[in-house]
């Protein structure tokens, strides 16, 4: 496997990851049983997810070259 396939995968998985867990906690803080804490780590999560794609396109960038096999 080459390094921009590996990229690519924990990248996917990542996103997921954080874009999942920042929604279940928003929606968690929306509730009534919501405190802030959820929020912020909601917020967090969101934000990270947004930085993890930008690499992910930045290092997609960077390898364009390289094939995926």
Request: include cysteine; glycine fraction near 16%; charged fraction near 10%.
């Amino acid at each position: 496997m080459s390094l921009k396939v590996v990229h690519v995968v924990f990248v996917t998985a990542l996103s997921l990851l954080c874009f999942g867990t920042a929604g279940t906690l928003l929606a968690r803080a929306a509730g009534e049983g919501g405190t802030g804490s959820d929020l912020a780590w909601g917020l967090v999560s969101a934000v990270s997810g947004g930085l993890v794609v930008f690499y992910g396109g930045y290092v997609l960038k960077k390898l364009k070259r390289t094939a995926y096999l």
